[in-house]
């Protein structure tokens, strides 16, 4: 597990991750792409799940559900497994530096808060792959729940990081992943939900009473005043 001491984040600017300028500008995504991209992948795999295949509304509810669900599980396993990968050769820093750790290091660089549409495209494809041979033709509501949940994921991520805290019950949500930034790397890696966080007792640690006033205000970093 990597230490939970954190350096200090840059609040602009946006670094070089590749000499090949195509390379570099595929690094950038505007947050609407994949936004517009997999709720209309998500939407066809609902009328065609309902009109070619016949399945009842209900049905395809519950499917749906299944596959947002089941997103919010991978979101967890793939923030805390994958992209903190404990950096154990140079290769493996490069790595996960360029998937993640540049996001540490500049998190308010609103262009590379999403993964380019071409590499999720092609994660997609291949999921639904994987969902038609283990699931069948329930691929359709399973896997168009379970992009709008990867949708929502970058709703709510971008919304963190680009947007100040809201007064009312999501702003549990910018709290929970200001402390995964700025105070405890090793904890907190729900996004859209702390649910795992429970169940794999990954949440903040408690702190003592005396240091809460001086954290709480270290938590929500000013980008203006950084």
């Known amino acids: 597990m990597e230490s939970t001491k954190l350096k200090r984040p ?18 950038h995504t505007h947050i609407s792409l994949p936004l517009i991209i997999f709720s209309a992948i998500s939407a066809a795999l609902i009328y065609y799940g309902i ?3 016949g399945f ?11 596959g947002l ?6 979101e967890y396993v793939m923030h805390r497994y994958l992209y903190h990968i404990p950096a154990t050769s140079e290769r493996k820093k490069k790595i996960s530096y360029t998937m993640h750790g540049v996001h540490h290091d500049y998190p ?16 997609a494809t291949v999921l639904f792959i994987i969902y038609r041979v283990v699931l069948g033709d329930y691929v359709f ?8 949940g990867y949708a929502l994921y970058l ?7 680009a947007f100040k805290v809201p007064n009312n019950f999501l702003k549990i949500l910018w709290h ?6 700025y105070r405890e790397s090793d904890r907190a890696f729900g996004v859209s939900s702390p649910l795992w966080d429970h169940i794999f007792r990954t949440m903040p640690r408690k702190s003592p009473l005396r240091d809460r006033k001086k954290q709480k205000t270290n938590v929500y970093i000013d980008p203006e005043k950084a």
């Not at 669900?69 to 991978?74: I, N």
């Open 10 to 27: 840059k609040h602009k600017g946006s670094p070089k991750l590749f000499n090949n300028p195509i390379l570099e500008k595929l690094t």
């Open 51 to 53: 009109i070619e295949k």
């Open 56 to 66: 009842e509304a209900p049905m395809m509810v519950l499917l749906f559900f299944a």
């Open 69 to 74: 669900f089941f997103f919010t599980f991978v």
């Open 108 to 123: 308010k660089d609103k262009s590379r808060l999403a993964m380019p549409p071409i590499l999720s495209l092609v994660i």
């Open 141 to 148: 509501g399973f896997l168009s729940g379970f992009l709008i």
């Open 155 to 161: 709703a709510v991520h971008y919304s963190v990081h």
């Open 176 to 181: 929970h992943h200001s402390i995964h930034h």
